[in-house]
């Protein structure tokens, strides 16, 4: 065990740089991997509440804001233009629609709001547009975020100073596993736009799915190579895959819950000061391991009805699963003003909460 890890103070919410490392070996990883559950949830607990509040979450939204006809040949994605999923195509989304959900994300109490697109890159044309988008909607007062496939170094300025926060692009999985993924774009692309991110002054986000049929290993490689990013990613979504017919990986074997808690577990001490997204995958998972995923340092979640393309749990279950297990959305840190208005959005939370929780309590049971 790493002697980092001894030295993490178990103390209060305040961030802190204490235990960041960014050297971890995998035999280090597999053998958190391979500690005694309620060990490995505990370590993962002092981790997570030496750096954050350990009952906050942060809440963003996501939208295709361009969906189908991607040709990557990613085998879990509904959206590859490889594969026949009978998912609708559709153009880029109108700016004012976007900014309409927008608002209605933060009327619900999202802090964050990302769009997708499903492209290889964003064309110039196509740049243009997005870029309006992030303002209007910053304008809003949201955090914005964005995936939209490979950016090069001049895309990924552009869109900085257009106001983008965060740029998603998930490395996916172990680069030994990688290419029976995806081939029609590399590891080292993957790292490139990341890189492109950071030194465009952009927030990262990138994660990985897990439950592709990718051994142990595999994972243990995922959260090293995430972890060897520096700094590491502001934000770690780690999905469940979720198996869509007509997708290669539609019969898949099922990865045990208690494996996914593991990860994120995992992710939570490598990655101590990063939100850690219990995202992709939710839909099929029942409340008890969503608990046990925020237990073991996951404090992130996309908020809504809809993730990209597949189903997301109802924000009706997610408000009332917060107020089962006493969690609340996350503060921005921001200036006063934003303060203010993040606060205005968690009475709004509240609120909803309150006049929902009739309505949750009696949630179909055949969904979760
Ligand atoms: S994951 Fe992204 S890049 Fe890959 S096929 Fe889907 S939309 Fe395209």
Redesign the pocket.
């Known amino acids: 065990m790493s002697d980092a890890l001894h030295a993490i103070p178990n103390g209060q919410a305040t961030p802190t740089q204490a235990g960041i490392r960014h050297d971890w070996s995998l035999a280090e990883i597999e053998a958190l991997f391979a500690l005694p559950f309620n060990d490995l949830l505990f370590r993962a607990q002092q981790v997570h509440r030496a750096h954050f509040d350990a009952n906050a979450v942060q809440v963003s939204t996501l939208l295709s804001i361009k969906t189908g006809a991607?040709p990557?040949d990613?085998k879990y994605?509904p959206?590859?233009g490889h594969y026949t999923t009978g998912l609708d195509k559709e153009k880029l989304l109108e700016i004012e629609k976007v900014v309409e959900q927008a608002r209605a994300a933060q009327e619900a109490g999202a802090s964050r709001f990302c769009m997708g697109a499903?492209w290889r890159s964003p064309r110039e044309k196509d740049l243009t547009v997005v870029m309006e988008m992030v303002r209007r909607v910053k304008a809003l007062g949201l955090e914005t975020c964005m995936t939209l496939?490979m950016v090069d170094a001049n895309q990924a300025s552009r869109l900085a100073e257009a106001g983008l926060d965060y740029y998603n692009h998930n490395l996916d999985t172990s680069p030994e596993y990688y290419g029976e993924i995806i081939t029609t774009r590399t590891y080292a692309d993957r790292l490139a736009t990341l890189a492109n991110v950071r030194e465009a002054g952009m927030k990262v986000c990138s994660g990985g799915i897990l439950g592709m049929g990718e051994a142990p290993r595999d994972r243990a490689a995922l959260l090293q190579q995430l972890a060897r990013l520096e700094p590491h990613p502001e934000s770690v979504p780690i999905n469940m895959l979720v198996k869509v017919p007509g997708t290669p990986l539609e019969n898949v074997e099922d990865l045990d819950p208690i494996e996914f808690v593991r990860a994120i577990a995992v992710a939570r001490i490598l990655m101590p000061a990063s939100h850690v997204r219990l995202s992709a995958g939710r839909e099929q998972m029942d409340e008890s391991t969503q608990a046990l995923a925020f237990l073991a340092g996951a404090n992130s979640i996309f908020y809504g009805d809809k993730l990209l393309t597949t189903g997301n749990p109802q924000a009706t279950r997610d408000r009332a699963l917060f107020d089962k297990l006493g969690l609340h959305p996350e503060r921005r840190d921001t200036c006063h003003d934003d303060d203010q208005r993040q606060a205005a959005l968690e009475v709004a939370l509240a609120r909803r909460t309150s006049q929902d929780r009739h309505a949750s309590l009696a949630y179909d049971a055949t969904r979760v």
């Open positions: 991607c990557e990613c994605c959206q590859s499903a496939g």
